[in-house]
């Protein structure tokens, strides 16, 4: 069954970004004995708002990464503009006529994060958002036990 990664939950870490310098606004720590598997083409439904509740610049990026354990800095999985997401509702991000460009491009099919793995999305963009504002799922990932 097909889980997610929301940034709600508990294992999630959040920041507010820096307008112009690209900030990790979403740190997600796999819990030890536990792995997940994020699918290639996993559906990200994104809603970056500022702090008067609109969507921030369309010209923003979203990186999305991993770290492992004892590394500094994060491997790229993905790179996105906020484009897509600024012209879609959350509703409409999860309609699959519609939802190709919200997908994760994921080489090998995938990846397996191990217990103490990270999952980051790192922002950029000239706004700053409000983060209580924001929506970020990650939708078609298998979390287990190691």
Do not use: H
Not at 59 to 71: K, L, R, V
Not at 124 to 139: A, F, G, K, L, R
């Amino acid at each position: 069954m097909s889980e997610q990664i929301r940034l709600t939950d508990s294992e999630v870490t959040t920041k507010v970004n820096t307008a112009g310098e690209p900030t990790i606004v979403m740190d997600v720590e796999v819990p030890d004995n536990e792995k997940w598997l994020i699918y290639d083409n996993a559906l990200a439904v994104i809603k970056f708002r500022d702090g008067s509740n609109d969507d921030i610049s369309p010209a923003s990026d979203i990186i999305f990464g991993y770290i492992t354990p004892g590394e500094d800095f994060a491997e790229k999985l993905d790179k996105t503009g906020y484009g897509f997401y600024a012209r879609n509702t959350a509703n409409e991000q999860y309609d699959d006529e519609k939802n190709a460009k919200g997908r994760l491009e994921i080489d090998d099919g995938g990846i397996v994060l191990n217990e103490q793995d990270r999952l980051i999305v790192r922002l950029d963009s000239p706004d700053v958002i409000d983060i209580s504002n924001c929506i970020v799922e990650i939708n078609d990932v298998k979390k287990g036990t190691m």
